[in-house]
């Protein structure tokens, strides 16, 4: 059995975000010295259903102070279905306790299309902005589940102050999906890519066969005001730009994730994990971090996994790096590049899990790696079996009256608890003292 839903706060103290300039024209080596994050004291808050936490992102901060998170809950079940799905507006106060929670599922008023039976309304979730012009950030959320075949949906939610859903939007990209190409597995907001003022999207659909069965395929979607589609570019093995190469059921777009301007050209970039790619072992995981021109087309692109990008990393066998994925700012706001979080639920053994704290470049390869899980990185937990701890990744902004605002890192599970991580910087090392040694030649 699941165990009873726990949110798992961690408190500590910690820097915050500054303005930063622009990156150094060329990355600095890796031999230099970096501060380390770690997580603090924790606090657990029990609640709800099972499948909490299986999609997290950021909310943002409200005038009163909490903290918000976005929590799908896709095997929920309304009164109107069968596990049709759920997702929860969560508000944490400064003291980590949940200060709010609103449901959204096919009881809600406000939703012109409910979800069905077994569509996972929630397996993704992402915050888009403000896309009507209102000055109240709207959402989007995911339903692979959706429609005849499991060819899934998206739903854009354009939403009051309070919380509440003043419309929607349902998006199928027209005449692309097949059966079982679950798009809106995972979504999340990209900001404008195309800069016409309207925030933009991404959707994964990680079962799609362009090139080969289960390579997978990512969606950046062109929305308009109302939160209907304008446009879209598909991204797979066969188009886009991508160059990948995918290989079959490497499950491109089984997560994806939106960066912020990573290249410095004034658009926004992102990542897609690859849960199933194969490099260094069968099934390790990979993430690729995509430059994007303002079309949605990949311009640049950087693979991240145990043989590529600078990763540095071991990957183990099944692992499943890149399962989960978000956006984390500039950790390091010394070189003014956004960096990521990234979620590998079966690293570790046991099914227990991991995160990683990925320090990129402006090439979109790694600069440094931390990571997060069972006996790293400060985490206390305890992470059990079955836990698959990095299933979803998400940063939010500082908790806790001592956190200076230093994002907290949300981490979601497949035992119903996410752990809300306030990291604190500890000082780096001092580097080693070097000494020399002054040679003459003899003189004859």
């Known amino acids: 059995m699941p165990s009873p839903l726990a949110l798992v706060v961690l408190l500590s103290a910690g820097v915050g975000l500054v303005p930063s300039p622009p990156p150094p024209s060329s990355p600095p080596p890796l031999t230099q010295f970096f501060s380390t994050l770690r997580v603090g004291a924790e606090k657990t808050v029990t609640g709800a259903h099972a499948s909490f936490g299986r999609s997290l992102a950021p ?77 109240v950030a709207d959402l989007i959320v995911g339903a692979p589940g959706y429609g005849v075949g499991s060819r899934g949906a998206a739903w854009v939610l354009r939403m009051r102050a309070d919380g509440t859903v003043l419309g929607d939007a349902v998006i199928q990209p027209g005449g692309e999906l097949d059966d079982l190409d679950r798009f809106g597995y995972k979504v999340a907001g990209l900001g404008d890519v195309s800069g016409d003022g309207i925030p933009d999207a991404i959707v994964g659909a990680y079962l799609d066969d362009d090139g080969g069965p289960d390579r997978g395929a990512a969606y950046v979607l062109f929305l308009n005001v109302d939160g209907s589609l304008q446009s879209y570019t598909k991204i797979s093995s066969t188009r886009g730009g991508l160059t990948g190469p995918l290989d079959d ?3 491109f777009g089984s997560s994806v994730a939106g960066l912020g301007d990573v290249s410095g050209d004034g658009i926004p970039d992102c990542a897609v994990g690859a849960r199933q790619d194969d490099d260094g072992a069968a099934d390790a995981g990979a993430v690729y971090v995509l430059l994007l021109g303002a079309d949605g087309t990949v311009v640049g692109e950087r693979k991240l996994s145990a043989t590529r990008g600078a990763l540095g990393l071991v990957l183990a066998a099944g692992g499943a790096f890149g399962d989960g994925l978000g956006g984390a700012g500039d950790l390091e706001p010394a070189d003014g590049v956004p960096d990521l979080l990234v979620g590998a639920h079966a690293d570790g053994g046991a099914t227990v899990g991991a995160m990683y704290l990925i320090y990129l470049r402006a090439d979109g390869s790694a600069k440094r790696t931390v990571r997060i899980g069972a006996g790293d990185g400060g985490l206390v937990g305890p992470l059990v079996p079955g836990d698959f701890f990095g299933f979803a990744v998400a940063a939010l902004g500082g908790i ?45």
């Open 59 to 135: 909310l943002g901060a409200r005038a009163d102070g909490t903290r918000g998170l976005l929590v799908g809950s896709p095997t929920a079940s309304s009164t109107q279905g069968k596990e049709d799905g759920e997702v929860s507006l969560v508000y944490l106060n400064t003291d980590g306790s949940v200060a709010s929670r609103t449901p959204i599922n096919a009881d809600t008023p406000g939703l012109a299309t409910l979800p069905f039976d077994y569509d996972n309304f929630g397996d993704g979730v992402g915050l888009l902005g403000d896309i009507s012009g209102d000055g």
């Open 400 to 444: 806790g009256a001592a956190s200076g605002g230093v994002p907290a890192l949300a981490v979601g599970t497949l035992s119903g608890r996410v752990f809300v991580l306030s990291m604190a910087a500890v000082a780096p090392p001092s580097p080693p003292a070097v000494s020399y040694t002054h040679l003459r030649a003899h003189e004859t």
């Open 249 to 251: 059921a490497d499950w």
